[in-house]
């Protein structure tokens, strides 16, 4: 079992920067892949980065075509807490953010292979 609790959220200015926290409980964060996905008022779940297991050859990150550039997932494997570091926030970025966790190490960008959610935190990104 895997808990997570999301934190970061807040109104934002377009242009600005923000930071998501998604701090882990119940297993190591580092043995497996960590999501984050968001959702805006009357859309789908849609995928914004994700995070494999750590490995001896590392770990592999992969994005949103939307957030390629500006967003960045990281890990923390001391306190067990994955990031989404947001910059050049948009408008069109508005959603509630999720953190989730799949059962394995690999990368998906499908939030069918994800088990483990939380709660959510939202970020507003005005103009």
């Known amino acids: 079992q895997v808990q997570l609790v999301e934190s970061g959220g807040g109104l934002m200015q377009a242009g600005s920067s923000l930071r998501l926290s998604c701090a882990a409980s119940?297993?190591?964060?580092?043995?497996?892949?960590t999501g984050w996905f968001r959702q805006a008022p009357g859309k789908g779940r849609e995928f914004v980065a994700t995070i494999s297991a750590s490995s001896a050859c590392g770990t592999r990150t992969d994005y949103a075509d939307s957030v390629q550039g500006r967003f960045t997932i990281s890990r923390d494997n001391a306190t067990n807490t994955v990031y989404l570091q947001m910059n050049s926030l948009e408008p069109e970025d508005t959603a509630v953010y999720y953190c989730?966790?799949?059962?394995?190490?690999?990368?998906?960008?499908?939030?069918?292979?994800?088990?483990?959610w939380g709660q959510g935190t939202q970020v507003t990104v005005s103009s």
């Open positions: 119940g297993r190591t964060s580092s043995s497996y892949a």
């Open positions: 989730a966790a799949r059962s394995t190490g690999w990368v998906s960008g499908d939030p069918r292979d994800y088990a483990y």
